[in-house]
């Protein structure tokens, strides 16, 4: 099943895509809900973020063949290969759906990147719960862009705009229940070109292992966002440019991208 | 003005302090509200983190005088003054009220440190804005315990869980709209033993400051917190222990220690 959060006439609401329309339902996608008679045609609607998350967790280095990449922009001579998740926090405020704009802000250096991945989508809360218990915390997985400001990633002291700046984590078109999730194909394509492609059989720590690593000391919440890590080598975003991360059976998550306004 | 959120017979409201007594008010601490003719003692509420933000932030060594002992923490052999602010952002889980329990983790070395600080209190939606902007953004400021561990702090690449486990964040017990955040007192006591003793004068860099840098990159939301930062050195807490912040004016956050229980 693909469960949507969306904006139609002004109304939010939660639906389930069926064929080219969403079901608007009644009641909680974390616990119990109803389809209702409600339908738009899927083109009529806007696709918000698919929740809103108290935390978005991410891995750090959570792929092999990103570590070498990684370290170079880190400036770290010699990188370490993690023994455990190395959670860190992606600013809350950067969440944005798919079709909104991706914006490239005016004090960057211009080194901005996608990174196409893979998000889990808690379901329950979740406290101290074994990777067996993991998977059944996680209501389902989407799309989503870890956009980082490659400059900053390397220069600042934490992520907090390398990874954090308003509109630099698209999450979306809408959560799956039903994918395998260390069996996911993650692409990226830039201006309809494929730059990136991963697979979460590669994730160094499985979705599982993260939110059970996670959930020893942190209390996980329905609706907080863990995200795969990043495969490979990344390119530069330029104004104009059209970024999809498409998740075969699940969907595209699509954003322009925008040269931040002045004043 | 000292404005609270709290919660009586199982209902959560905000209210004013009035002497002995908290007045509940109705509208928006934000934008427009009025005293209502519902009053409560003080002793008979129970008082809550006074905002849910959707985000905490924290400047990293934000006191000269603590610029030593965070470099002995983190195992940095030549400690770095920050030249612009260095924001981190400290896990929204964390979050606790005054008067509940500060939990040491099973699985932390037992190295866990009060952090006695300011907190200011964002009142108004704010994006690129100057210091003196910033300060019109800010609505109060409160007390608030940045607790850690220093072991995590030393061994993992982020204070996700250093700063960030299940209440490590407690912050309280109301917000003072009238103080001049620079001339604050900060006083942590332990079992009613003064061990720390700072001052908002000596923060490298101001709240406006700070608020002004992170609002460059990142919207700040009403309910943000912007913590001070710590002062110098700080000792383990143990299962037993009550820490107090308190600053003169605002108020005292208090919290007791306890160990976690197992299963």
Redesign the interface.
């Known amino acids: 099943m693909k469960i949507a959060r969306f904006r139609s006439n002004g109304r939010i609401a939660y639906g389930v895509i069926q064929g080219d329309e969403v079901v608007e339902i009644r009641g909680s996608i974390y616990t119990r809900f109803r389809m209702t008679d409600t339908k738009f045609p899927i083109q009529e609607v806007t696709f918000l973020p698919p929740t809103e998350p108290?935390?978005m967790?991410a891995p750090?280095l959570n792929f092999a063949n990103h570590l070498e990449f990684a370290a170079g922009v880190l400036g770290d001579e010699n990188p370490t290969v993690?023994v455990h998740p190395?959670?860190?926090?992606k600013?809350?405020?950067?969440l944005t759906g798919t079709g909104e704009p991706i914006i490239l802000?005016i004090?960057s250096s211009g080194d901005v990147h996608y990174e196409g991945e893979a998000v889990a989508i808690i379901g329950k809360t979740c406290?101290r719960v074994t990777p067996e218990e993991a998977t059944k915390c996680i209501l389902g997985y989407t799309c989503g862009n870890d956009v980082s400001d490659r400059t900053w990633q390397h220069d600042?002291?934490?992520?907090?705009?390398a990874k954090?700046?308003?509109t630099f984590a698209p999450v979306g078109p809408w959560i799956d229940t039903d994918v395998d999730p260390q069996k996911l194909e993650m692409i990226v394509r830039l201006n309809g070109k494929e730059v990136q492609h991963g697979h979460t059989e590669d994730m160094l720590f499985s979705f599982a292992e993260i939110v059970s690593y996670?959930s020893?000391?942190?209390?996980?919440?329905p609706g907080d966002m863990v995200f795969s890590g990043s495969t490979g080598v990344t390119v530069a975003l330029k104004p104009g440019d059209v970024v999809e991360v498409e998740i075969p059976g699940i969907g595209i998550l699509t954003n322009p991208v925008e040269a931040e306004a002045v004043g």
Do not use: K, M, Y
């Open positions: 108290t935390e967790w750090g993690p190395e959670p860190w926090i600013a809350r405020g950067a802000p004090g406290r600042d002291w934490t992520f907090w705009r954090g700046a308003d996670i020893q000391q942190v209390t996980l919440r």
